[in-house]
């Protein structure tokens, strides 16, 4: 009887930990999740995806090690979803890592590295069946979204980041952050039927994000010298390349809609970041502080999910212990928070 007891006991203890441990395998095909990038620590290794089911309230961490048995790489920098594959890049590593968008599991690791040196991707975006990513070494790759190979190469400005399609035409950032104090101040323009630059638009010193709204404006974060010049929005007008520059800080843009939530427009001196919401119809700060931002520790990235009219903040915390991510209703009104891995930045959804 003792033994019969014993057993049933540890079969009770087992059932529990299976139901509160969830594993890759209860998971598969992945849906009403996100997939949230962890960049790790530069040099470390330890980039990691977490999956966090909408449905559970569950996350597991190491993801990618799970289903794919190896590290996903050294600083994980951006991942976005383009029809049915996900593509993350990683930096340190110098590769792109194609995933499946229903398993999760890896389909090809892409080496970007010419020469014998690392390209060292930042950004990613599409255009119809091609991936584009943008390199520090000063070119954007164009990548075959069938036979995974990188085609071609496009020179731009030095140490590219973001890039954004508006009417057939690619933007790109030139940053030049690894040349400080000899920042690029330029944003090159890529017409994408030839695949070839036309020409650089002068916006800013140290110009890293870009995205474009309903009607094909470009905007342009540029980061300044973080002294004298500060970090500024910036328009470019898709037919005339006018640039108009606004007044307030903004060091990060990401969409919502028909808006765009600022990061940063406070004093970039304190540190006191809010996520403020720009109209783009007006251009206008509508609202400077969506979110209360009183329980997140380090602001690391925003993620809007139109479907669900959810907003996703990554909190990385102390940068040397996990972080979480937030998930806030559509009026920005705290709702759930979820634990995730080192450094959590980028998010994207399966629905």
Not at 195 to 202: A, H, Q, R, S
Not at 217 to 242: C, E, Q
Not at 301 to 307: K, R
Request: aromatic share 10%.
């Amino acid at each position: 009887m003792r033994l019969i007891s014993a057993l049933i006991l540890l079969s009770l203890v087992f059932v529990s930990c299976k139901k509160d441990d969830p594993t890759v395998e209860d998971n598969i095909p992945l849906n009403n999740g996100m997939m949230v990038l962890c960049e790790g620590l530069y040099q470390q290794n330890n980039s990691s995806l977490s999956f966090v089911n909408f449905n559970s309230n569950q996350t597991i961490d190491n993801f990618f090690l799970s289903t794919s048995d190896r590290a996903l790489g050294d600083t994980g920098n951006d991942i976005k979803r383009y029809g049915g594959k996900v593509y993350a890049i990683i930096n340190g590593s110098s590769t792109v890592e194609v995933i499946s968008g229903i398993t999760g599991i890896s389909i090809k690791q892409i080496p970007m590295v010419e020469g014998g040196v690392a390209k060292q991707p930042r950004s990613v975006t599409f255009y119809e069946d091609k991936i584009l990513v943008s390199c520090h070494d000063g070119f954007v790759d164009v990548i075959d979204t069938t036979s995974l190979e990188v085609e071609q190469r496009i020179q731009v400005g030095s140490n590219p980041e973001g890039l954004a399609v508006s009417n057939d035409m690619l933007f790109v950032a030139n940053s030049g952050g690894l040349n400080f104090p000899n920042y690029d101040s330029t944003v090159s323009v890529i017409n994408l039927s030839t695949f070839t630059e036309e020409l650089k638009i002068t916006v800013g010193i140290n110009p890293v994000g870009v995205e474009v709204d309903a009607e094909g404006d470009i905007y342009v974060i540029t980061r300044g010298d973080f002294g004298t010049t500060p970090s500024r929005l910036n328009k470019i007008n898709p037919t005339s390349y006018s640039v108009t520059q606004f007044g307030f800080n903004a060091s990060s843009i990401t969409p919502m809609s028909d808006n765009f939530f600022l990061i940063g427009y406070a004093d970039l001196s304190t540190g006191d970041n809010q996520v403020g919401l720009f109209n783009t119809s007006g251009d206008v700060l509508t609202n400077p502080t969506y979110i209360d931002m009183s329980a997140i520790q380090t602001l690391y990235g925003i993620t809007y999910h139109p479907g669900l009219n959810k907003i996703f903040i990554s909190d990385a915390k102390d940068f040397v212990t996990t972080g979480d991510v937030f998930e806030f209703s559509g009026n920005g009104i705290f709702e759930n928070s979820y634990q995730v891995g080192l450094n959590p930045s980028k998010v994207v959804f399966y629905d």
